[in-house]
Structure formats: C-alpha cells, structure tokens
C-alpha cells in the first residue's frame, strides 16, 4: 500500500459493524478486505490512489460508446428499461427518470428515445457539459446537492456507480427520498460472489481500481438486498448474467476460445445459481 497510508475504505459501505477480515485476495494495492457480516469486499486502495484511478473517465467523451459498441450498448439500455417499465406497470410516456452519475449522457439519449422524461446527475464537469451540449439535462455535482423534492422520481437508475463509492449507504437513502412510492431504483455492479470472480481471482477486471476507474467497494446479491433494506427499499428481485473465466490476453488463442465455450454452457446456470459476473437489482420504494 502506498507509503503505508490508510485505507481510504475502513468500514462496511452497507451498513455493517461487523469486523473486516483477509479476503484471500491480493491486489496491486493490497489485500481485499471481507465484511464478515455480509460478505461485502473492500478494497486497500489510499484515498490518492482512489482519486487518480477516477481520471479514466473525467473527460469530455465520459462514457459515450464508440461506433463499434453503439448498437450492444442501444440493445442493453433498451432491455434495461424494459424491465423498468414491467416493475413500474407504467408506459414510458409517464415516467420520470434520474439516471444518476449519467456521464455524458449514452444512457439518457436511449431513455428519450424510448418515451421517458429523462434527466441526470453527474459529477464530472466536462462529462456533464457533453450531454447538456447535446440537449440533455444534467446537474453538475453529486446527487445530494441537487437538494430534489420528496418523491419526485419514478424511476432512478445507478449504472455501474455503487462500486465506485465509499458510502453507497447514503446514496441510496437519498434515492429513497426522492423515489415516488412505488417507484424503482436500478443497481448495475459487478457481482463478486459470481463463479467469474471465483475462478479468477485478482485477474477479474471487475476488481481493477485503475482498468475501470475506482472500484473500491465489491457488491454481492445478498450485501445489495440487505443495503436495500437498510434504506428503506424491497427487493423486487435480483438478476445475474455471464460467466467468463480468462480476461483477454490473459491465455493463448486456443485456451481462450475452450474458455469462452465453458463459459457460454454455463451461462443459464449461473442465472438460475445467481453466480452470473453482471448484477442488476431492482429495488422498490414501498407503496
């Protein structure tokens, strides 16, 4: 760790007491911690090492697809919203929507065109200035300090975000009080307790502070119900999707592709098991 300096995550992001013990991983910046109440991971990184790594994304492109990954990205959100739309039980007409640490505005660009009135939230100056140059809007800073009413929103996204955050905690609890009741909260993150992060070890991408810009803090499905919980919200239910068991270039051509095979057989699997690497809750304000 760097020059021995603190850990810039000490507790339990979900609101546990319970001790942090060795994980058993080890990486570049030290040893992933384990909640030993809910299993939650937590990264050694400083707080500088944190603040660096969070540069990958703090540029005026944010985290718009390039033209090879429009359409996936275009299907993934419109699926995404779908399902948003079947919890809700409302046209999309009707739906108000936040999506927060919205970037430059990939993901608000498809909700429009899909009927929903869409507006974000993003800290990045820059990545915000993007999407509003574009037509969208965006309030520059952190959810908090756009001070919303009670109850405004139907719908409010958090894609990939929580494993970005030291206190995903409060994040939620502030989506629960601007949540309409009956209104949904979407949680994208990577799913530590999958048989990808298993398999793999320190070499899963999802772990990288610096290869996805500041992931400190490794959500699994029962820490992500049991912080649900905690702020207020149901679980409506959990989904987890695809295994992998090599990042590319991490094995020869040949490997690679008996990998892919095992991992495209075990697909279904890990849905059914809940061991899928990709974890999307849906997380409901009580009626």
């Known amino acids: ?5 603190r850990a810039y995550v000490i507790v339990c992001p979900v609101g546990c007491t319970a001790p942090l013990r060795d994980s058993g991983i080890t990486l570049q910046q030290g040893p992933l911690r384990c909640c030993s ?5 937590l990264s050694s990184a400083t707080e500088a090492q944190y603040l660096r790594s969070l540069g990958r994304f703090d540029t005026s492109a944010g985290t718009l697809p390039d033209a090879r990954s429009q359409s996936r990205h275009d299907k993934n959100s419109a699926r995404r919203l779908g399902k948003l739309l079947a919890v809700l039980g409302h046209p999309s007409t009707t739906v108000r929507l936040l999506d927060v640490g919205c970037s430059s505005g ?5 909700a429009l065109r899909l009927g929903f009135h869409a507006e974000g939230v993003e800290p990045s100056a ?7 140059a574009a037509g969208l809007k965006v309030f520059t800073g952190y959810l908090e300090q756009a001070q919303f009413p009670d109850a405004t929103f139907d719908a ?3 894609i990939e975000i929580v494993e970005h955050l030291r206190d995903a905690h409060s994040l939620l609890q502030e989506c629960a009080r601007i949540l309409k009741p009956g209104g949904v909260v979407l949680v994208t993150t990577p ?3 999958s048989w990808t992060a298993r398999a793999m070890g320190e070499r899963w991408a999802g772990f990288s502070l610096n290869d996805m810009g500041g992931h400190i803090s490794f959500f699994n499905p029962h820490s992500i119900g049991l912080l649900a919980t905690r702020c207020g919200l149901r679980t409506h239910h959990l989904e987890t999707s695809n295994v992998r068991f090599f990042e590319r270039g991490q094995c020869r051509p040949a490997m690679h592709t008996i990998a892919k095979i095992a991992a495209e057989l075990l697909n279904w699997p890990a849905r059914l098991a809940g061991t899928g690497h990709d974890l999307h809750a849906y997380l409901q304000r009580p009626k």
């Open 1 to 5: 760790m760097e020059n021995n300096a």
């Open 37 to 41: 109440e809910c299993g939650q991971l």
């Open 106 to 110: 990939a993901f608000l660009q498809s």
């Open 126 to 132: 820059e990545a915000a200035q993007t999407a509003r």
């Open 156 to 158: 409010i996204t958090l």
């Open 191 to 193: 799913n530590a307790h």
